[in-house]
T-cell receptor, first 114, second 110 residues
């Protein structure tokens, strides 16, 4: 079945450690996105990539890094520079040609920094 | 002020009730999305609208471009409809990004 997978579902890290969240899609989508969700707030865009080997900062990129070496994969690294990393992280992908930009979401990773 | 506002923030209904969730936006858009987020966190797309009205099963979505307002209706609500409903817009000239509302938490009780 086509879809987006994120792993792991729950992740615990000590303060000061970098951590990488995985996102893989087999929908053949060019565009991929990383969002952060906090209670009482809408999804906020961290980084997005329209094509392999290219990505742009979203609204809250500080303390995060990404890579897009393969079309299927868009890993997100939460660095120790991120002041408040505990959150729910969602990855999404879309067909870059879609005029509506329908995005397909993964199941999310809940990161807790202790 | 958020570019996308939803109301109400929380809603509790009895099974069978007709439910309306509202979304207002303050920017020019090319499309509006209604999304459903299940308790486990997964998000699915319900509707994409640029004008008029769409219906899928017991769900109806409408949009009024002039008033910059959209509504999501659920007829004959059921406990399995309990979820967070999120409105998102594709801002004109904003590239391929979406701007999200904060969501409406719906609980349907027996």
């Amino acid at each position: 079945d086509g879809g987006i997978t994120q792993s792991p579902k729950y992740l615990f890290r000590k303060e000061g450690q970098n951590v990488t969240l995985s996102c893989e899609q087999n929908l053949n989508h060019d565009a991929m996105y990383w969002y952060r969700q906090d209670p009482g707030q809408g999804l906020r865009l961290i980084y997005y990539s329209q094509i392999v080997n290219d990505f742009q900062k979203g609204d809250i990129a500080e303390g995060y890094s990404v890579s897009r070496e393969k079309k299927e994969s868009f890993p997100l690294t939460v660095t120790s520079a991120q002041k408040n990393p505990t959150a729910f992280y969602l990855c999404a992908s879309s067909n870059r040609q879609s005029s509506y930009n329908e995005q397909f979401f993964g199941p999310g990773t809940r990161l807790t920094v202790l | 002020k958020n570019e996308v506002e939803q109301s109400p923030q929380n809603l509790t209904a009895q099974e069978g009730e007709f439910i309306t969730i509202n979304c207002s936006y303050s920017v020019g858009i090319s499309a509006l999305h209604w999304l459903q987020q299940h308790p486990g966190g997964g998000i699915v797309s319900l509707f994409m609208l640029s004008s008029g009205k769409k219906k899928h099963g017991r769900l109806i979505a409408t949009i009024n471009i002039q008033e910059k307002h959209s509504s999501l209706h659920i007829t004959a609500s059921h406990p399995r409809d309990s979820a967070v409903y999120i409105c998102a817009v594709k801002v004109t000239g904003g590239g391929n990004k979406l701007t999200f509302g904060t969501g409406t938490q719906l609980k349907v009780e027996l």
